[in-house]
């Protein structure tokens, strides 16, 4: 069986493909082949996860009229001509969404080819519901995003957000991977451990606002933190940053920060959500307020409704409000235990499964 998948952008768009991708070839043999910009961070990642990877001509598509509005989709048509030999011979083609994924979904639609689209977020993306109209499936991380679909929703089901075999570890091997992270991170195995993620590429602001936390945390010895702050922010943190306090721009070893935290501050973003979730880690989520059509807000009250998170709102955080709300998590362990099953009965560590049963039924 030979799979096309489509889309990329940033690592959290790149992992679940790739965790979709290594499903399909150790458990059933598949041959695939992704398409992405040669901009995103797919050009990169796939190669080096040892799939074979087509870049083509993508722009984003922004929502205000502009000259980049009018160029982006003829782009992506013009790019379709380079998709269409790369889906003909294909059993079924996955969109994964984002812009990089609409000359490969289109091409798939015009060739005729099985077409599954997967959505992370809580609110579908332009390119997913274009797309709908043509698919034989719809695989959703968070519920909220079935009746979004309208009249496609009847395709739509639950599979959850494929996550890295080295993330799934963590829920059963936590205290072998958190010994190895005190000794890798110098970290106190008997002090309670916050982290701090923003994703991949880091949240300014998030950041700008840890700063003031961690400045009242220098002479505090009974926590302790990991702050992924991406690699364009260290300094941001970095100056603030106590002796306690783990401050790195990319950690290639999530689960090792995964194992080690006991409470998590993160950006509401799909993969992220994802990935706390099936470690069971307690979350306070701070969603990127200009997200497109504000999706890590949905992302958040989703999981907010689970029990599985906190919600605090960027327009009115302060640095003393968030301070407040980290001590009263790492103090109050029924809280945290609550939350923690919470989260773990929301995740889905069997997504790549899913997703995969949805893509071997329409090839």
């Known amino acids: 069986m030979r799979v096309v998948i489509a889309g990329g952008g940033t690592a959290g768009h790149v992992f679940p493909a790739v965790a979709l991708a290594e499903h399909l070839r150790s458990a059933h043999g598949a041959a695939v082949a992704f398409v992405g910009s040669a901009r995103g961070q797919e050009a990169r990642l796939v190669p080096a996860a040892g799939f074979e990877f087509h870049a083509v001509a993508a722009e984003p598509m922004p929502r205000k009229l502009s000259a980049q509005a009018v160029r982006a989709p003829l782009t992506a048509l013009s790019s379709v001509r380079t998709c269409r030999p790369l889906v003909a011979d294909a059993d079924v083609v996955v969109g994964m969404g984002g812009y990089a994924s609409l000359s490969a979904v289109l091409a798939a639609r015009w060739s005729r080819r099985p077409l599954v689209l997967h959505e992370q977020n809580a609110v579908p993306g332009l390119v997913n519901r274009i797309a709908s109209r043509g698919a034989a499936a719809i695989g959703v991380g968070f519920a909220d995003a079935i009746a ?216």
């Open 148 to 363: 979004r679909f309208g009249s496609r929703s009847g395709r739509a089901v639950v599979t959850g957000n494929p996550v890295r075999s080295s993330i799934l570890r963590v829920a059963e091997e936590r205290d072998a991977l958190e010994k190895e992270a005190c000794a890798e991170l110098d970290l106190d195995g008997d002090v309670p451990t916050l982290l701090v993620t923003g994703g991949s590429q880091g949240a300014l602001a998030l950041d700008r606002l840890l700063a003031d936390v961690l400045a009242g945390w220098s002479g505090r010895d009974d926590v302790q933190a990991i702050v992924l702050a991406g690699p364009g922010h260290l300094g941001e943190v970095g100056s603030a940053s106590s002796p306690r306090v783990r401050v790195v721009g990319f950690l290639e070893r999530m689960e090792l920060a995964y194992a080690a935290a006991d409470v998590a501050v993160a950006r509401a973003g799909a993969s992220t959500t994802a990935e706390l979730t099936v470690c069971g880690l307690p979350m306070i989520l701070v969603p990127y307020p200009h997200a497109t059509e504000d999706h890590q807000r949905a992302n958040a009250r989703e999981l907010e409704r689970a029990g599985a998170a906190r919600v605090l709102e960027q327009s009115t955080l302060t640095a003393p409000a968030l301070a407040s709300a980290i001590d009263a998590l790492l103090a109050d362990r029924v809280a945290r235990d609550r939350m923690s099953d919470a989260a773990l009965a929301w995740g889905r560590p069997d997504a790549a499964e899913r997703l995969a049963a949805l893509v071997l039924e329409a090839a």
